[in-house]
């Protein structure tokens, strides 16, 4: 048996692959199907498809019709006509049938619609609804093009299944929504204690959900209002009648020991107490407890808001702020959020959420800070009589005793010859230190005494001066809540005062532990910076002695004296007033509590005049004085005025300055004098080169470090006429002529562009090159000058 099973399948298999030799056409087919169905063979109907080439079952269009529907859930009419490629008549005719046999769909408008996809609409919108809280529906209907009592019917059975809200008049609204609104009708009704129009109320509570809910909200219709209050009605939240459904009569919910007293009743706390017991007696007023409920739904809003409410805004006239302080306290919203921290009364009828005072607070802290810095910077520039009288001095470093340490001599470029400026920069060579500064312990105690003998008024008084005062906390609060203005600076009882009241130590404790904080990292800085003044003060005002007794050679020369003196104030004698007044500025601001960048502090300064001034009067007391009076003396044309007034100021801020003795003296002028040598070794200019000959000249004979600028140098040579030979001499002058002829030249021909004068320049410019070897013999060369 099995095997002639499969002996038919192989002939059967065999069949299938042989082709046939007789293929029928489109037309043949036809003719045969129509025979068939002239026989009875085939017994129901075939539909064409729109190609003409298939045919189709009516069944089997229906089935397809189910299948799409399923997939997609929406599905029209005539995509349908497209996709199954039958003609749109049998498509409609098949699907109307599909439609009415199946309870679970609806043909609306030419398309189809299962209820698989309503419900996954109204889960997007329920998704959508916890976003924005609300959504009109015919804003759904807009964006899904059906008509919104179709959305409204298809979502009214899914109300709080598939999507959580309620549906009043033509709005979607969430629980929380519905709640929040309900509490503001509510606490709106509540405060009303004449006979009123609903009407009236419901405007302002349009407003105010426009406000909570943003541009982005949607206006509220009176009749969800309405029916918030007829619900709120009809649970006795609150008491009073209504007529014409608009027309609303509170019931008296409260009395006053006044009216009571009127009446004739003197004992009005127990003859309410005992009729009605759960009445609240007050200060002034015995109340309902369905007033304890309406001011705690308006404070709780107010919180959840993270805004604030005056309590008496929404009580009687008649209620004294004694009352409302009582009635918030028994409030259920006030007690839970005074206990987590999240609420504040102020002035007895103020409620402030902790989140509202905190972002005013943030940022009155910033000014705050800005302030005292300001302020701080103003008592420097301003001080008081008596902390002008006062002495500021700052420590100087004890810890490294007398030992020696090598000083380092500014490096000198001696200024070139007469037609170079006045206050061009010199360069000095720079010497190897050879000085270890010693410091003197007497400086360390002396500022102990001078900062123990400043009073505590003073000290009061410059504390007071960084602490905001009360106006200016009030102002900056009204920045932050214009609101606040209205209520003024001068009621004492006003929110604005009680809320500067109360941020007033805040700030006062922030500010302090700021200070502390900058003063506890300052210290260190202080005690460095004032490390690093003094050893940059150790090497150059030697220097500054150093070159100072060179002055003493031109006393019989004024006019020559005065160039000399003012040039030398205004190179190494600028250098180092700008160098302690930075850094008696920098120690003063750390002082004070101020932040200051590292960097700032390493920074070589620089300064003009002006600049010069603004430090000085930054400084407090006689320190103040003093540097103004070295200000005065840099700009002056005596060097040893300034020698004097720096010395002042360095005493009276704690500072050592070494006296130049013979031995620093002579190692100082070996150290200058070797590296002139090496300088005019190598000096590859001819003009510098003048410059540096001219000053070794006068180290060699009269063993002073001479500065000189430029128009200076002519005065210098003929000062040295009595030391040098004639030949000596001449070749000098000669290089000083020839340098003074190139200098004039090369200014001459500047911004022109002329071939002779360049070459006149060039010329020149070799013929002193030829002669820098015979210039460097005179200070080089084997036969020495005659010394002194």
């Not at 960048?597 to 400084?619: P, Y």
Request: aromatic residues 4%; charged residues 25%; negative net charge.
């Amino acid at each position: 048996m099995d095997d002639e099973l499969l002996e038919l399948q192989r002939q059967f298999e065999f069949a299938q692959q042989v082709k046939s030799s007789v293929r029928l056409s489109d037309r043949n087919v036809v003719e045969l199907v129509q025979k068939l169905q002239e026989l009875g063979v085939i017994d129901f109907d075939l539909l064409h498809t729109v190609t003409g080439k298939e045919y189709i079952t009516q069944e089997q269009l229906r089935n397809e019709i189910t299948r799409e529907i399923s997939k997609l859930g929406r599905v029209s009419v005539i995509d349908l006509a497209d996709t199954i490629g039958v003609d749109l008549y049998h498509v409609e005719k098949q699907a109307q049938d599909v439609v009415l046999n199946d309870p679970g769909l609806m043909l609306v408008q030419g398309e189809i619609i299962s209820q698989s996809y309503w419900d996954s609409i109204a889960e997007e919108i329920n998704e959508r609804l916890q976003e924005c809280s609300q959504i009109a529906v015919a804003e759904l209907a807009g964006q899904l093009q059906v008509g919104s009592e179709l959305v409204q019917s298809v979502l009214e059975p899914r109300l709080g299944t598939l999507v959580k809200a309620r549906l009043e008049g033509g709005q979607l609204y969430t629980p929380a929504y519905v709640e929040r609104v309900t509490a503001m009708v509510r606490g709106a009704s509540r405060g009303i204690f004449v006979p009123s129009n609903l009407s009236a109320l419901w405007a302002p509570l349009q407003q105010l959900v426009q406000e909570t809910n943003g541009a982005s909200g949607v206006a509220v219709e009176n009749s969800f209002f309405q029916s918030i209050f007829n619900r709120l009605l009809k649970e006795e939240e609150m008491l009073g009648s209504l007529r014409a459904g608009t027309h609303w009569t509170p019931s008296n919910s409260y009395i006053s020991y006044e009216s009571m007293q009127k009446l004739g009743i003197s004992q009005a706390v127990q003859f309410l107490q005992s009729r009605y017991p759960d009445g609240t007696p007050l200060a002034a007023v015995f109340i309902h407890s369905s007033m304890i409920e309406m001011l705690d739904s308006a404070t709780e809003d107010a919180i959840e808001q993270n805004s604030w409410i005056d309590s008496l805004s929404v009580l009687p006239s008649s209620f004294t702020s004694q009352d409302a302080n009582k009635m918030l306290l028994l409030c259920p919203s006030v007690q839970s959020a005074l206990k987590a921290e999240k609420a504040l009364i102020l002035g007895e009828s103020y409620v402030l959420s902790s989140g509202f005072i905190k972002g005013i607070y943030d940022q009155i802290e910033k000014e705050a800070d800005a302030f005292s810095i300001q302020a701080s910077t103003a008592t420097l520039i301003h001080p008081s009589s008596k902390s002008s009288e006062s002495t500021e001095s700052i420590p100087a470093n004890t810890d490294k005793g007398s030992k020696k340490k090598k000083g380092k001599s500014a490096s000198t470029k001696a200024a070139t010859v007469e037609t170079v400026p006045d206050d061009e920069e010199d360069a000095r060579p720079k010497s190897k230190r050879n000085q270890k500064k010693g410091r003197d312990s007497s400086s360390s105690q002396k500022l102990d005494s001078k900062a123990g003998g400043k009073k505590e008024s003073v000290k009061a008084q410059e504390s007071n001066n960084i602490i905001p005062p009360d106006e200016w906390v009030m102002k900056k609060i009204v920045d932050s809540v214009p609101e606040f203005e209205d209520d003024g600076t001068e009621n004492p009882d006003s929110i604005l005062k009680h809320l500067a009241d109360h941020m007033k130590p805040m700030l006062i404790n922030s500010l302090k532990e700021r200070r502390k904080k900058i003063f506890t990292e300052n210290a260190d800085r202080m005690r460095r910076l004032i490390d690093d003044l003094q050893k940059k003060l150790d090497e150059s005002f030697l220097n500054m002695q150093l070159y100072e007794k060179a002055l003493d050679l031109f006393e019989d020369d004024q006019s020559t004296a005065v160039v000399l003196h003012r040039h030398l104030l205004r190179t190494t004698a600028a250098t180092i007033a700008d160098t302690l007044l930075h850094g008696l500025d920098i120690h003063n601001k750390m002082k004070n509590g101020t932040e200051v960048e590292e960097s700032k502090t390493q920074d070589l300064v620089l300064l003009d005049s002006s600049e010069r001034t603004a430090l000085a009067k930054n400084l407090n007391g006689s320190l103040s004085k003093k540097a103004l009076a070295l200000v005065e003396a840099l700009e002056g044309k005596r060097v040893d005025t300034f020698m004097v007034t720096f010395r002042d100021l360095a005493e009276e801020s704690g500072l050592v300055l070494k006296k130049l003795d013979k031995k620093l003296e002579r190692t100082l002028l070996h150290s200058y004098r070797k590296d002139l040598i090496s300088q005019v070794s190598t000096e590859s200019d001819p003009i510098a080169l003048l410059a540096k000959v001219v000053s070794l000249l006068f180290i060699k004979i009269h063993n002073k470090a001479l500065q000189a600028p430029g128009r200076a140098i002519a005065a210098a040579i003929s000062h040295l006429k009595e030391k040098l030979d004639e030949s000596a001499y001449k070749t000098l002058t000669d290089y000083q002529t020839a340098t003074v002829t190139l200098l004039a030249l090369m200014s001459a021909s500047s911004g022109e562009e002329h071939d002779c004068s360049a070459d006149r320049i060039l010329t020149k410019r070799e013929l002193l090159e030829s002669q820098m070897p015979l210039l460097r013999t005179l200070v080089l060369g084997d036969s020495q000058p005659q010394q002194s």
